[in-house]
């Protein structure tokens, strides 16, 4: 998959050893995502032996795309680090659109089996996360909350967008006081994004933290981007059973995470010169 910089089979043809025909590798390679040895908990425990000691901000997100007409869509629960976000869960969901809370406390609850919430800093998540069972769920299993929430919701009786609407750009304020949200007591903290957009988060940090640890949610779209396109096009996949999908899924993680340790290697050796536009 690294030498490839692809998922297809065609082209992981190409880069298998040996002398075999085209089509013999190509067998080889769908017995790969079939092999009922590939479990979830095998994936998660070698990431989890990847990992440093101490706290973790954890960030949950969805990936999808379509293969055909097929809806091919994941839900992802890594942990932030150098950057981006390790997946270290997933699930394939049997529909698109988004996730339902009874999917994402499976997913939590996998994780917390390996993964005691004493090691969590807590978990950011955009809008689509929201919701009063999935809220109480986490306050219940000991897990601080930086979440954004809608300009529509609800807060005490007035909506998001009547409390903050007259915020400005690069301006960040909360309520005087925490507040009921989905039926949760928790502080709101919002601005407004360089592109005009209201951003509220409901939180269980304070004001300074809150931005700090929500910033980092960004860093699972650069995981997604580096496991599609930009990286190891799992696009192309013709693979959609949801058990071969998670199990591809796995694999592709570990040739990502592979090349993200030896980035973080190579940046300690030889710094990457920053430019003077900053990036």
């Given at each position: 998959m690294?030498?490839a910089?692809?998922v297809n089979q065609?082209?992981?043809c190409?880069?298998l050893?040996?002398a075999?025909s085209?089509?013999a590798?190509k067998?080889?390679?769908?017995r790969?995502c079939?092999?009922p040895?590939?479990t979830?908990?095998?994936?998660?425990?070698?990431?989890?032996?990847?990992?440093?000691?101490g706290?973790?901000?954890?960030?949950?997100d969805?990936?999808t795309?379509?293969?055909?007409?097929?809806?091919?869509n994941?839900?992802?629960?890594?942990?932030?680090?150098?950057g981006?976000?390790?997946?270290?869960?997933?699930?394939?969901?049997?529909?698109?659109?988004?996730?339902g809370t009874v999917?994402?406390?499976q997913?939590?609850s996998r994780l917390?089996?390996a993964?005691p919430a004493?090691?969590w800093?807590g978990l950011?998540?955009?809008?689509e996360?929201?919701?009063?069972e999935?809220?109480?769920f986490?306050?219940r299993k000991?897990?601080k909350?930086a979440?954004r929430?809608?300009k529509?919701?609800?807060?005490?009786?007035l909506?998001?967008?009547?409390w903050?609407?007259?915020l400005?750009v690069?301006?960040?304020?909360?309520l005087?006081e925490?507040?009921?949200v989905?039926?949760?007591v928790?502080?709101?903290?919002a601005?407004?994004s360089?592109?005009?957009d209201l951003?509220a988060?409901a939180?269980d940090?304070?004001?300074?933290?809150?931005?700090m640890?929500?910033?980092?949610?960004?860093?699972?779209?650069c995981?997604?981007a580096?496991l599609?396109?930009?990286?190891?096009d799992v696009?192309?996949?013709?693979?959609?059973?949801p058990?071969r999908?998670?199990?591809?899924?796995?694999?592709?993680?570990?040739?990502w995470i592979?090349?993200l340790?030896?980035?973080?290697?190579?940046?300690a050796?030889v710094?990457?010169?920053v430019?003077?536009?900053?990036r």
């Amino acid at each position: 998959m690294v030498t490839a910089r692809s998922v297809n089979q065609s082209d992981l043809c190409a880069h298998l050893p040996g002398a075999s025909s085209l089509d013999a590798k190509k067998r080889r390679v769908e017995r790969g995502c079939r092999d009922p040895q590939l479990t979830g908990p095998v994936f998660l425990a070698f990431l989890l032996a990847l990992l440093p000691p101490g706290k973790l901000l954890l960030s949950m997100d969805r990936t999808t795309w379509e293969r055909g007409e097929s809806p091919l869509n994941l839900l992802v629960l890594g942990v932030v680090l150098h950057g981006y976000t390790v997946p270290l869960v997933w699930t394939a969901l049997d529909h698109d659109g988004n996730s339902g809370t009874v999917r994402r406390i499976q997913l939590v609850s996998r994780l917390l089996k390996a993964l005691p919430a004493g090691r969590w800093k807590g978990l950011v998540a955009d809008r689509e996360f929201i919701g009063g069972e999935w809220f109480r769920f986490l306050r219940r299993k000991g897990i601080k909350r930086a979440i954004r929430i809608r300009k529509n919701a609800v807060v005490d009786e007035l909506r998001v967008d009547t409390w903050f609407g007259d915020l400005q750009v690069g301006e960040v304020r909360c309520l005087a006081e925490r507040a009921n949200v989905y039926g949760e007591v928790m502080q709101v903290v919002a601005t407004r994004s360089p592109a005009g957009d209201l951003v509220a988060i409901a939180t269980d940090f304070s004001v300074w933290d809150t931005c700090m640890l929500y910033r980092a949610r960004w860093s699972v779209e650069c995981t997604f981007a580096s496991l599609k396109v930009r990286g190891f096009d799992v696009e192309r996949t013709g693979i959609t059973h949801p058990d071969r999908l998670e199990r591809l899924f796995g694999l592709v993680v570990l040739a990502w995470i592979s090349c993200l340790r030896v980035g973080v290697w190579l940046q300690a050796q030889v710094p990457v010169k920053v430019k003077a536009n900053g990036r």
